[in-house]
Every structure is written in C-alpha cells, then in structure tokens.
C-alpha cells in the first residue's frame, strides 16, 4: 500500500457505549504514538478508508475502554475516549467510523493540504499573537507550542480579530518554544513552525498546607508546619533552606524545614507566613494563614502540674504558661 | 643604774600647707631588729609644740652599740598622720634633740565595706596560665600545661574573702569565727621562724642582749627599694586587699600562738605570691624564656608543696612529723609548732633561744614582696591594730575600748526603744544586731553620749549580741583603712518568736497506708518559747504537743483518707508584747495508688491492622509507618486496681516530650479495653515533622492521676520505623462552571487535605494552581456532569496544564484534580486509570481520596452495587474477604478529629457516602502502587 507522504490521520473522539459519538480532532501527522494503532479483534469500534471505487483500503479497531462513574445513582452509559491512528493511503477518500455495526461517522479526505494563510508572529508581554490574515475560519486551526525536547504543548489560545493570542505564562520555566500553527481541512493539515521565541520565566508560589487559615490549634500541642513549593503552572519545585523561610508572628522559626515541629505555648491569634527570601532579604510572603491557638483547658491546667509532680526535671514551660493563660 | 630622761626631743608638727599640728599625740620609737621599742608618748600644745624625754631603761635592750635609732609616730585621735621611720635618727646620743615633723594632709582613707570577692583575679591568673604555658612550649617545644597547672595559686579558693575581711574589720562577731576558720583551712602548716620569732619575742616580758643589734638601716633600705620593684609592675594580687587581709587575721587571732599560726599561713601564702609576681611580671613583659623557666621552675617549687621532681618540690607538709630528719635543701619554712631546736616557749616563760638565732638560725625570706609585707606585719599591722586595741587582750595595750554594761530591757520587741549603758561610746555610728540569717543589721541610734545610746531595736533583729561601729582609722603600710573600733558587746532577746522550720518531710504526698507515718517538723527560736501544735482532719482537730521543745518531731499516721491541716502557734513568755507566730501545713491523704499494666500499643497513621484481644498477635502492627506522616500511638492498659482512677501520662522520641490527645488529657480505668472506643485507650500524636527515622524508640510513661505519690509509673519502649514513602504529587485546579460558582482555594484545601488523611502518602507534594478552569458554555464541558463529559474536562486540564498527559498519558508525573462545585451533579467524579486527571463535583474528602486512589491505580473494591472495572489498571478490582458489604475489620482512626472510626466501609467501595476508609489490604496496594509510579 502507497500511503500519502508517510503520514497518518490522527483522531480524537468520543464514543459512548450506545453509539454516541463527538469528533474533539481529526488531523494529518508524519508522526503518531504506536499505541493510537493498536488495534483489537472484536473492538466495538472500527475506524476504515475507502477508496475512491468504496474499496476498504486499510482499517483499524481501536482499543476503547468505557469506564464506570463513582456514584450512588443509576449506572450511566459509558463514554470512550478514542484516540487512533490510522496511516494515510494516497487513494483514500473517505474516512469512516463504525459501532458495533453501524456507521457513526463519515467525512471525506481531501486530496491535497489546505494552503497556509500568511502567518505572522509577535510575542507583547506574556502573549505570542499569531495572525492569519483573512483566514478567520478558528475552527481549521490547532495551536501548539514545540518545546526543545520534542515535545509538543497545547497552551490555551483566544481567536480575535483575525489571530490568536497564545497565553505564554502557561509555558513559564520552559525556556524557549517554537509556536506551531496547524491548518486542518476534510482531515488533511499544513503546519508553520516559527523561530524559537523566550518563555517567561517561572515563578515561586507557595502553599501552606499545614495549619489551615482559620483552624484552631490546641494549647500545648506539637504539631508540623507544611508547606509546598511550586511554579506559577503548579509544578513541583526543590525546597531550597535558605531561600524559603517560616515566621511566626514575625519571628523566624529555629528549624527551617518543609516539615517543621511548632510547639504552641501561647494562646491567641498567631500569623504563620511562608517567606521566600534572597541573601537573608524578604522577597516576598508566598503564603499566610492565620490560626488561634485556644487557652488551656482546666484539663491542660491540671494535666500539666500533675507532670511537673510526677517528672521535675521535664520542662513544662507550658505549665506556667498555661497559668497565665486561663 | 641607769640614767633616765637624759634624752629630751623638743619638736614642732605642722601640716604641710604651715598650720600648726595642734592637739595631737606624738609618739618616740627606738628602731629594733624585729619589733621597735617604746619610747614615750605626749600631745602637741596649740601651736603644734612638743616635747619627750626618756632615759637609756626605755631602751636599751642590747648589750653593744646601745644608742637608740630614733623614729616617730603621729596620730589624731587612733589614726595615725605620721609615721617618720624612713627618717630615722640613727644613734641618737644623750642629750637635747630639736625636730619638726611635717604631716602631708593628703591621707586616703579605705572603707572596708568596699570590699567584695576573692582577693586574687581569677581571669588574670588563668590569662597567665595560658600565655605562661604557651611559652614554655615555644622554648621546649614540650606541653607544660600539667606543670602549669601544678602552680597553686595561694589563697585562692576563697570566692568572699575580702567580704569576711570587710565584715571583720567593721565588727561583725560572726563573720570574725568564718574568717578565722578559713585562714587556718588555707592550711600552709608552716610558719616562717622570723616571723613567729618576732611575735614571740614581742609578747615575752625579756632582757635582750645588745650584742647582736641588727643593722636597721640596711633593712629599711632594701624594703624601700624591693617596694620600688615590685610596685611598678602590674600584680596578680591586690597589695591593699593582702594588706587588709592581714589586719583582719590580727583581729581575730584569740591568742599569741593562734597569731602566729594564722600568720604563717599568710606569710607562706604570700611566699608563693612572691614567686607568682616575679614569674607574672616576666610573663606579661615578654621577659627571655629561659629566665621565665628558671622562674616557673621556683615557683612550681614553692607553690606546689606536694611536687616532686623534676622540680625540687617541697615535701608534703600534712603528716610531717617536727624533729623528723627531714632533708629539706633550701627550706625557708619549718611545720607548726616552730621547731627550734629546744623546746618551744610558754608564755612568761623564759624564751631560753639562742640569742644568735636571728643571724644565723633563720633563713630570711626573699627580700621582695613577701619581705615587705613580714615587716609591714611586724611594724605596722600588729602594733597598729593592738594600739586601737583590736586583737586579743594579751596584746592591747592603752586602748580605751567601748565596753556596753547593760541593755534595757534585755527582752525586747522590734520597733521598741531600748537603752545601752557603757563607757567609751563617743564617735558612735551605728548600733550592730544580727538578723536571723547570722547576718548584721546596723542601725542608726537615736542618741549618742560617752555613757549611754538609745536606738530603736530594727524589724528584723534577732537573738544575740549586740554592738557598737565606732569608726577609728589605722595607717598600715600601704594605706589607711576604716576599722571598727573594739569593744566589750552586749547582749539581747528579741521577743518575738520565729519558726525558722514547720514542715513535713518528704514533701506532700500521701496515701492512705496504715504502714506509713507522716513525719512533721519544727525549729522555733527563742528557745524558751511556748510552742503548741495541733492537726485538724476533715474538721476534727487534736493537739498533738502542748509546750513542745523548739526543735522537735513527731510522727502521724495516714490511716484516714482527708486533708490534714497541722498547726503550730508559738508565744514568747518574755515578751508576750511582741506577739505570736503561727504557720500550717496541708497535705491530703488520698486513696490508695491504683495499679495497671501497660499491654500493648499500636501505631496508626489512618488504618491499621491490630487486635485488643490478642497483643501478641504477630500481625500487629504489621502496617509499616510511612515518614512525614501524623502518627497516633494508642496505649492499652489494663487496671488491676483502683478502677475509679482516671490515668494519663507523656511520650519521649527523641529528647522531645508529648502530651496525650485524648480530649481530656486522660482517660478512665478500664478492665478490657476495646479499640473501637477513642479514650480507652491512652492516645499520643507525633506529628508529620517528626516522624521520620528508624528504629526510633518512644518511651511511654503512664500513671494515675490518683496516684498521688507516683509510685506507680509504668513504662513501655515501643519501637518505630518510618518508612521514607514517595508522596502523591497532586495538583488542584479549580473549576469555574459556565455560571460562575468555583470552589475557593481554602475550601478546596481543606478537602483535599481531608483525603489525604485517608491515603497512604504525605501531604508534601500538594499543590494548587493559581488559576481557574473555566468551563466552556454550550459543550459537552458544560454539562459534563450529566452527560458524562469527565474524560473531555479531564483532557482539557490536562492539556491546559501542559503536561500533555490526557490519555494515555505521555508520562505520569502528577495527578490533577479538578474540582467542581456544582450542586446537585448527579455524578460525584469520574476517573480512569492510567489517566491523571479527575473531576469532582462533590466537596467531599472520601469522593477525593476515592478517585485520586483510581489514578493511582486502584479499582473498585467490589460489594455488589460496583462493577470491577473491565480496564488495564494494576488492581482491576478487590474484595474484602469474608465482607462482602464492604465493611472493614479494622478499625480506623480519624486523626483530624481525633478519635476511633466504626461502621466503616472500605474507600473504594460505593458504600456508604461518607464514612469511608481505604482498607490495610488497598492502603498497602495503593502505597505500592505508589512507589512503583513515584
């Protein structure tokens, strides 16, 4: 079989298990997962090119799983993502889609690529602005960001006025990206590639997940502070010592850990802050919860003079504390 | 015969800027070998004119060369103005002799109260220690710090000995007997024979023969030049405080003997002082080595008395036996008593000594600081201080001491007036009582006359003597010091009573145990007074003692469980005006100690699996503890006896203490505990920050809060492993529905925190994205919850978080949780393995944990309403055996809320809506399955 340039159809869909079906994109690629081929015997679902004379020129069956919702209600039917490749034959002409028997899908393929308006490309602040002209048909259009390693991303795009304006700081930390334009039309696609561009850099946000802001710390009680570090994308980042520091009402904790022990020993309010620092400078405050620490019970009070009966030599700072602290 | 008066001194004294000296007492000396001669005393008119005569008897205690050397003595009142000894009129011959003696009226006065801490400077010596140690390595290249060390430091040891002297030389009779006792525990044991000859000699009514006469003027010129050396250079001890500290061992010296041992501490003290100034002044003054070693090696030998070779050391002076054959090359000192060779003489016994001794059976100290000080003591500390009459009575001579006749009355009350009737009370300054410390109190008496002084008896005064500060001052060697002037004391009774000790030993713990007494105890002063004690338990009272001594005890038993009040009132029959003292006791008297064992502890940090009723069960405890994780140590108990205690206690890990969780900080006796029930068991919390390590041991102390003695505190080592585990990455994305509701990011916190407390990972790889999903209006998005949509919205996360991961996923590196706060979704969330994304729609912790368990790679458990799903994942589906509901065997422990869990069903099950929890069988899969992706 003499396939078009090599390349494949590439499709994402949904198919429920009674046979409703959505094409999310159906586009041309040189290059496709291996899994996207897999094909199964029996499949509900089977995917096929017909020729121009309605010869079946190749078909595949896609591996499909429908999965079960978590609920208390009656069991829903099933809905499939599909994702399949399907190598391209230089005599297809219609591209077709079959559940359990019946025809669900049917579109014909052109036989040449869409023709690429005039692209132009310029980046304002953290926005990349791809124009296509008078092409103002967005629905032809895919958006992709092709990072250096290979991999292609799909940062989110706004069509207006005749371009897309690309959301750079979604791509923060990722150094450089070539944006890629894909036109796509009855299944065949061009594609413009541009000049790397510069990614914004990625910015430290933090997160205190340990005490909730508001929640209610028991006098005398050791518990952990926890914190977590990551970009302005939400990705994980190394918890640096020096540069992330914890303050409690303004005071610098002695241990300086992700994980940090505290030892409430003084009722009220208290402001827990998560502070990135540069060179021992405030840079800024990532995170800030507030807690309140309640005063000792009458309980504490007398749990605590019983251990200093029983062990002198433990310190109870927290017995004369907790005193004064009624 | 010989002739007296045939030597008249008509003299003139004026001040030095030209007023006369009038009023003031002359005094004529004949310059000896060891103490100087009386010769006369007169007082100058108006015009400062004097005149003195005397005759050769006055003098003449010598058998050759028998003209005396003549020297004055000035005085205003007891202090001395003028002292002429460095002008001296060497063999003055008969006759009529005219002099004029100008007096400097630049005269510093010290006032003893000044004084405080040790006489030496600790900092400075151990400064000198190290640079002294330094270099003598740099010249041997060998370490001398052993040897260093070996320099004793004299007097040191003595943290407040000029505070004693201070007190001494003010009157305090207290602090008279401490500083004594300290100068004799410096216990150098040996006396320089100069010395102890001196004094001797000074206190023996003899015949001297003047054929020996020494060659006074040579002394004093090299005292006066050794005091040019010596005090040009900085020294290791204070010379004005030595000095002070020697007219204080004057004071309190009880007899001539006694003088001459504390003397001789001193003196050999000050031996060593000599040899440390030298090797100081070399040290500091970067002096040659070698020089600096010859002088470490002399001091070593002097100080160290109990060194050896190598460096000559003297022989150990404890145990020395006098008269034994002792070899002692160069031994300038000899052990008390003094032996010279015959037996030592008793007072008003003929001395018997050889008269040649002081040339040739007395080997002088160095002629430097320690010679200085030997004459100062000879010439000016002891004739000085027995002049104002302030040492024993056999040495005072012409003092007109104070002496106190009477006090009135002599039972007082504080705040009361009493009167003191004498002699001698002029200058008066102060009236002296002690407190009840030993301590004195001085207080300002409201009049003063020669004969009589009344003062009003201070708040604090206490038993005993009473006396008088009459400020005198006396001119030593180096300066003139204030000292209290001696007298005879008084005595008083301070009427009211005090209780210096009421209490029961052992403290305030007591049970009832017939076995056991209560031991009270008191020390009321005076001793005369009328002391009564009486207990009262639970309202009865009984008097125990009726006139008690005023130091007593006595023993109680504890047979009745109360509180116990003892009582003591005490009246002084003296001075009933005064009033009574009173104090109490409370102790209770309380049950019995319960008794309990300690069986078993299990560690949860969410499930776990342990049975109550079989501790020894091998599976215990079998879940391992996973790091960074809050962990709950359940303490079982059971009580044997005293079942209406309640029991508490504390956890140590690791030099950190941990209180209990238990709401109430204890729990009740129970016989069989049951683990479902939260407080019977004894809970602990080492939170998340702390729980890391292995082979960690936490210790459990237990006991009664009834046990009212503690004696019965239990203790149990359990060991624990944390487990380091990958922590689930997890990123939260809000999702805003097309009509605006969105879960706030504390909401969204607060359940996603909730969920974690019911899955096998940290809480450390949270994360949540600043931004929000916003749901595209009029797409399957839209209405995802009805119409299935999850896997599009999931996708479109995915993508929007460019991880690309939609499905399957390019590589799994975090799951992403969409969370949706639409109300009424009929579809709580949906997910599929291997995908890592999932959508919620309802706000609840167990529909959270339940699906982020599915992107991990966990199925249903199925109970017969979930179908197990006919996917790839690593556990398709599972089910409890023998519990085909889906309720778990264990029980659970819900740390946020801290207590038990029961009627649980397993959290990937459809059962139950909330009360769901991941069973040990899908917490050990899912905390693998973790491992594996991680």
Same mark, same amino acid.
Request: with cysteine; net charge negative; proline share 7%.
């Given at each position: ?326 | ?22 009023? /003031? ?37 010598? /058998? ?9 003595? %000035? ?10 000894? &460095?002008?001296?009129?060497?063999? /003055? ?5 005219? !002099?004029? /003696? ?32 330094? !270099? ?31 007190? %001494? ?7 008279? $007997? ?42 004093? !010129? ?56 030298? #090797? ?107 002049? #104002? ?106 009427? $009211? ?136 140590? $359940? ?15 504390? #956890? ?96 969204? #916190? ?132 023998? $519990? ?23 959290? &990937? ?26």
């Amino acid at each position: 079989m003499e396939t078009k340039d090599f390349s494949f159809i590439i499709l994402e869909a949904l198919v429920s298990e009674t046979g409703a079906f959505q094409l999310l994109r159906g586009y041309e690629s040189t290059t496709a997962p291996s899994a996207f081929r897999r094909s199964e015997k029996n499949g509900d679902l089977v995917i096929s090119l017909i020729g121009s004379n309605s010869e079946v020129l190749d078909s595949l069956m896609p591996e499909i799983k429908y999965p079960k919702g978590c609920t208390t209600a009656a069991t829903r039917p099933g809905t499939a993502l599909v994702n399949a490749a399907i190598p391209l034959h230089k005599q297809a002409s219609i591209i077709r889609m079959e559940h359990k028997g019946n025809i669900i899908f049917e579109s014909k393929i052109n036989d040449v690529k869409p023709a690429l308006p005039n692209v132009q490309l310029s980046t304002k602040d953290e926005v990349a602005i791809v124009s296509v002209g008078n092409d103002t048909n967005q629905e032809k259009f895919w958006i992709g960001a092709l990072l250096k390693d290979g991999r292609m991303l799909r940062p989110a795009a706004a069509f207006k006025n005749g371009a897309f304006y690309v959301a750079l700081n979604q791509l923060a930390g990722l150094v450089e990206a070539r944006i890629v334009l894909e036109k796509t039309q009855d299944f065949r696609t061009s594609q413009f590639t541009s000049e790397p561009i510069k990614l914004p850099a990625s910015e430290i946000t933090g997160l205190i997940v340990e005490p909730l802001n508001g929640s209610k710390w028991p006098f005398g009680c050791r518990g952990s502070l926890i914190a977590t570090i990551f970009d302005n994308n939400g990705k994980r980042m190394e918890w640096k010592k020096d540069q992330i520091i914890w303050r409690i009402n303004g005071e610098k904790t002695k241990i300086n850990k992700q994980l940090t022990p505290w030892f409430a020993d003084k009722a009220g309010q208290h402001t827990i802050q998560l502070v990135l620092m540069d060179n021992e400078k405030e840079v800024k405050i990532l995170d800030e919860v507030e807690i309140k620490v309640l005063p000792p019970s009458v309980e504490q009070l007398e749990y605590f003079k019983l251990l200093k009966q029983v062990r002198p030599e433990i310190e109870v700072p927290l017995y004369e504390a907790a005193k004064t602290q009624k | 015969m010989k002739n007296d008066n045939n030597f008249v001194i008509q003299g003139t004294v004026a001040y030095s800027n030209g007023k006369p000296g009038d009023s /003031l007492y002359v005094e004529v000396w004949d310059k000896d070998l060891l103490i100087p001669d009386f010769l006369g005393r007169t007082i100058t008119d108006n015009q400062g004119k004097f005149k003195i005569m005397f005759g050769e008897s006055a003098y003449n205690k010598w /058998l050759f060369d028998c003209l005396p050397d003549v020297f004055f003595k %000035v005085y205003r009142g007891t202090s001395i103005v003028l002292d002429s000894r &460095q002008t001296t009129y060497w063999n /003055l011959r008969p006759g009529i002799h005219k !002099i004029e /003696l100008i007096i400097n009226q630049s005269h510093d006065v010290l006032c003893p109260s000044q004084w405080h801490g040790p006489i030496i400077n600790e900092k400075l010596v151990e400064g000198f220690k190290s640079k002294l140690s330094s !270099i003598l390595f740099d010249l041997n290249g060998e370490d001398y710090s052993t040897e260093v060390d070996l320099l004793r430091i004299p007097f040191s040891g003595v943290p407040n000995l000029m505070d004693l002297t201070g007190e %001494v030389l003010s009157g305090n009779p207290i602090s008279e $007997r401490i500083f004594r006792e300290t100068i004799h525990s410096l216990g150098y044991g040996a006396v320089p024979l100069k010395v102890a000859a001196a004094i001797w000699h000074s206190h023996q009514d003899n015949e001297c023969t003047c054929a020996k006469k020494p060659k006074g003027q040579l002394l004093a !010129i090299k005292k006066e030049s050794k005091k040019q050396s010596w005090l040009g250079n900085t020294q290791i001890f204070d010379l004005n405080h030595m000095e002070a500290v020697m007219a204080a061992t004057v004071a309190v010296a009880q007899n001539t003997e006694e003088l001459i041992q504390l003397t001789g501490n001193l003196m050999l003290g000050l031996k060593g002082v000599d040899e440390l100034n030298t #090797l100081f002044s070399l040290t500091i003054n970067g002096a040659n080595p070698i020089d600096i070693e010859s002088a470490f090696k002399t001091a070593v030998r002097t100080s160290a008395f109990y060194g050896f070779p190598p460096f000559d050391g003297f022989p150990p002076f404890d145990g020395f036996t006098p008269n034994d054959s002792w070899p002692l090359p160069g031994n300038e000192f000899i052990p008390w008593p003094p032996s010279f060779g015959w037996p030592f003489p008793e007072p008003g016994s003929s001395p018997g000594f050889d008269p040649n001794l002081p040339e040739f059976g007395i080997h002088e100290l160095d002629p430097s600081l320690s010679t200085h000080f030997e004459n100062c003591f000879i010439f000016n500390v002891i004739p000085g201080l027995h002049r #104002l009459g302030i040492g024993f009575t056999g040495l005072i001579y012409g003092a007109d001491n104070y002496v106190i006749e009477s006090v009135e009355p002599d039972h007082a009350c504080p705040r009361e007036v009493i009167t003191i009737e004498g002699t001698n009370f002029d200058g008066t300054t102060t009236v002296n009582f002690i407190d009840r410390t030993g301590g004195s109190i001085s207080v300002a008496p409201s009049s003063v006359s020669a004969t009589r002084i009344t003062v009003v008896l201070p708040e604090n005064a206490a038993t005993g003597p009473v006396w008088l500060y009459i400020p005198v001052n006396v001119g030593l060697c180096l300066e003139t010091y204030v000292v209290a002037k001696p007298g005879v004391r008084g005595n008083i009774i301070v009427g $009211r009573p005090s209780i210096t000790t009421f209490e029961v030993i052992g403290g305030e713990c007591y049970d009832r145990d017939p076995s056991r007494n209560i031991v009270l105890r008191w020390n009321v002063q005076p001793p005369g007074a009328e002391i009564e004690i009486t207990l009262d338990v639970n309202g009865t009272t009984h008097t125990l003692c009726s006139g008690c001594p005023n130091i007593g005890t006595l023993t109680q038993r504890a047979n009745v469980v109360g509180v116990y009040t003892f009582h003591i009132s005490v009246n002084n029959p003296f001075a009933e005006a005064c009033g009574s003292a009173s104090d109490t006791v409370v102790l209770e008297v309380k049950e019995v100690s319960p008794n309990f064992e300690i069986m078993g502890v299990e560690l949860t940090q969410a499930i776990q699996v342990f049975d109550a009723t079989n501790f020894e069960e091998p599976t215990n405890n079998s879940i391992d503890m996973i790091a960074n994780m809050d962990t709950v140590l $359940r303490v079982y108990f059971t009580v044997t006896s005293g079942h209406t205690f309640n029991f508490t206690g504390f #956890l140590e890990l690791n030099g950190t203490v941990y209180f209990p969780i238990n709401t109430r900080g204890y729990v009740p006796a129970v016989v069989t505990p049951l683990r479902q029930e939260t407080d019977h068991t004894l809970n602990f919390m080492i939170p998340a920050a702390d729980a890391n390590g292995l082979n960690q041991n936490a210790r459990i102390h237990m006991y009664s809060t009834g046990d009212h003695c503690f004696r019965l505190v239990k203790t149990w080592d359990q060991p624990i492993s944390w487990l380091e585990r990958p922590a689930l990455p997890l990123t939260i994305r809000r999702i805003r529905e097309s009509h605006g509701l969105v879960v706030s990011p504390s909401a969204a #916190l607060v359940t996603v925190r909730s969920a974690f407390r019911k899955m096998p990972s940290p809480m450390t790889a949270i994360s949540l994205h600043p931004g929000v999903h916003q749901i595209r209006e009029g797409t399957t998005e839209d209405n995802f919850c009805t119409d299935g949509g999850y896997y599009q919205l999931a996708l479109s996360i995915a993508y929007e978080h460019n991880d690309n991961e939609g499905y399957p996923p390019a590589g799994h590196s975090s799951s992403w949780l969409g969370l949706y706060s639409r109300i009424g979704c009929p579809v709580n969330g949906m997910m599929a393995w291997p995908s890592t994304s999932t959508c919620i729609s309802e706000n609840r912790p167990a529909v959270v944990a339940h699906e982020i368990m599915h992107t991990v790679g966990l199925g249903h458990t199925v109970t017969g309403i979930e179908e197990c799903e006919n996917v790839a994942q690593p556990v398709a589906c599972h089910r409890l055996p023998g $519990r085909s509901d889906g309720l778990l065997d264990q029980i659970p422990f819900d740390i946020d809320n801290n207590t038990t869990v029961t009627g649980a069903s397993d959290l &990937q099950s459809y059962r139950d809506y909330n009360n769901k929890w991941l069973s040990p069988e899908l917490w050990v899969l899912g905390r693998d399955l973790m491992d594996t992706r991680y």
